[in-house]
């Protein structure tokens, strides 16, 4: 009789432990998937913040700089760009884009509005889908970009950090053409 009820403890005990942590598993993957969809609407938002820089900067005005600068406006926003996509691809073990190069940054040809616009707006479709598409179970993994290691999540995040930088680099830009910036856009 004691080694049945010993059994039986053992046993609810087993089945109890079994559905605690699965119940844990679920709460850390609900979790992770809330995170997720924050991290997607933060890139739509960003998205459209750029997306209203890029229309506030008159379009005779995109290869202006000032004296002090390394690069003109496009060619901020286009650096935003090729960074958008080589660190998310690599953070998503994606291809990048075609025309990700950082070369493409100081190309003549690519400094004009709709050219900018439309390489700005694909580096935040691709952001958009990585995330979206991305594997959280290797959030935690190891990845090396520009030779620097980092996990993957931390990589996501360096990327929409580095984004940020440089349309707060340009805030200045449209400043000195005497245009009032974007407001800001935090929800």
Not at 126 to 148: C, P, Q, R, Y
Request: charged share 15%; glycine share 4%; with cysteine.
């Amino acid at each position: 009789m004691t080694k049945t009820i010993l059994k039986a403890a053992m046993l609810i005990a087993g089945v109890s432990f079994y559905f605690t942590s699965l119940c844990q598993t679920s709460n850390q993957t609900l979790g992770l998937t809330d995170i997720r969809s924050q991290m997607v609407a933060d890139w739509e938002r960003a998205k459209a913040y750029t997306i209203d820089y890029l229309n506030t900067m008159p379009a005779d005005k995109y290869t202006y700089k000032p004296n002090d600068s390394v690069r003109t406006f496009a060619g901020h926003m286009l650096h935003l760009a090729m960074v958008n996509v080589l660190i998310m691809a690599t953070a998503n073990d994606l291809q990048p884009l075609p025309w990700a190069q950082l070369a493409r940054q100081n190309s003549p040809t690519a400094q004009n509005k709709d050219s900018v616009m439309y390489y700005v707006t694909g580096s935040y479709d691709f952001a958009i889908n990585a995330v979206k598409n991305s594997d959280f179970t290797k959030w935690s993994e190891l990845k090396t970009v520009f030779g620097h290691q980092a996990t993957r999540l931390a990589l996501m995040n360096k990327t929409f950090e580095h984004q940020t930088h440089h349309r707060g680099q340009t805030t200045i830009y449209i400043r000195m053409q005497n245009i009032t910036p974007p407001n800001e856009r935090l929800f």
